[in-house]
T-cell receptor, first 115, second 112 residues
Framework: DADVTQTPRNRITKTGKRIMLECSQT?????MYWYRQDPGLGLRLIYY???????NKGEISDGYSVSRQAQAKFSLSLESAIPNQTALYFC??????????????FGPGTRLTVL | QKEVEQNSGPLSVPEGAIASLNCTYS??????FFWYRQYSGKSPELIMS????GDKEDGRFTAQLNKASQYVSLLIRDSQPSDSATYLC????????????FGAGTRLFVKA
């Protein structure tokens, strides 16, 4: 079984709809991240959480919100989707152990299309 | 100036050759450096981590770090068509709460 899973894997929705992307992990890591990837722009950080009670904005958090329901679960919501949120979304995890130097492990991704 | 810069490519090498991928970063206090491989439509996969100046070898892959020049590279020896992918350089520093900054990636094409 995959260590980091994301649901759904693909989603097509319409402008204005609320969308939730879910991420679960069995790696036992404390830190979880949401990224989006657009062609030519690389991975950009949306939100990150270092533990259940810790939520931090990344570089492109506008239009997004997150919920850390448990150590293993981190959800990303688009309250009112717009077409420029069409992208590939990745969840990632890392260990808090300083010796791990924050190596991140990624889920399979969710391809979101907003019409 | 981008925080992590990579040549977008594509870099084309013949099968069996050495592929050399380069990355520069702007944050001098960066602590750890990573190379991820990403096949089209798939998620990034960690292939190398390096934390100290010098070379680190793992199979056909060698990562090289020069903190004074703020430069990190990845060498792939005996390149195979299956190495054709986008390679992302990532840098983690103590600024910004240990966030990792990713480069936009270099596309590598290995010709059979």
């Amino acid at each position: 079984d995959a260590d980091v899973t994301q649901t759904p894997r693909n989603r097509i929705t319409k402008t204005g709809k609320r969308i939730m992307l879910e991420c679960s992990q069995t790696k036992g890591h404390d830190r979880m991240y949401w990224y989006r990837q657009d062609p030519g722009l690389g991975l950009r950080l949306i939100y990150y959480s270092f533990d259940v009670k810790d939520i931090n904005k990344g570089e492109i958090s506008d239009g997004y919100s997150v919920s850390r329901q448990a150590q293993a679960k981190f959800s990303l919501s688009l309250e009112s989707a717009i077409p420029n949120q069409t992208a590939l979304y990745f969840c990632a995890t890392s260990d808090h152990d300083p010796n791990s130097y924050n190596e991140q492990f990624f889920g399979p991704g969710t391809r979101l299309t907003v019409l | 100036q981008k925080e992590v810069e990579q040549n977008s490519g594509p870099l084309s090498v013949p099968e069996g050759a050495i592929a050399s991928l380069n990355c520069t970063y702007s944050d001098r206090v960066s602590q750890s450096f990573f190379w991820y491989r990403q096949y089209s439509g798939k998620s990034p996969e960690l292939i190398m981590s390096i934390y100290s100046n010098g070379d680190k070898e793992d199979g056909r892959f060698t990562a090289q770090l020069n903190k004074a020049s703020q430069y990190v590279s990845l060498l792939i020896r005996d390149s195979q068509p299956s190495d054709s992918a986008t390679y992302l350089c990532a840098v983690n520093g103590r600024t910004g709460g240990f966030k990792t900054i990713f480069g936009a990636g270099t596309r590598l094409f290995v010709k059979a």
